[in-house]
């Protein structure tokens, strides 16, 4: 688990042990046991999304490729398996390095 400050971003990792295969099905089982709603994105390399935030609590969790999240000035590249929480309100922006498919969770 990578923390990105007192209230920024946690960063953990897909344990296939734990939570079986990295796929959309054991990722989208994972975070809905824990209360989130979920919805899968494609995006193509070099999308960004300018500077936002949410109300609610979010994760974006990677299943496959390269996707940058600058949250607080603090910047994280996430790879498959990664799931990044965001606080509520916190500013964030991103980019896609590479094609990336992620799950968006929010509760």
Known sequence: MLKLGK???????????KDGALDEANMTKKLTA???KCQKFDYPAGKTFAEHSHREENRDCVLSGT????????TVKLGAGDMLLIPSNAKHSCKCDTAVVLIDAQK
Do not use: L
């Open 34 to 36: 824990m209360g989130y």
């Open 67 to 74: 996707f940058e999240v600058t949250i607080e000035g603090k």
């Open 7 to 17: 209230k920024m971003g946690v960063v953990e990792k897909w344990d296939s042990a």
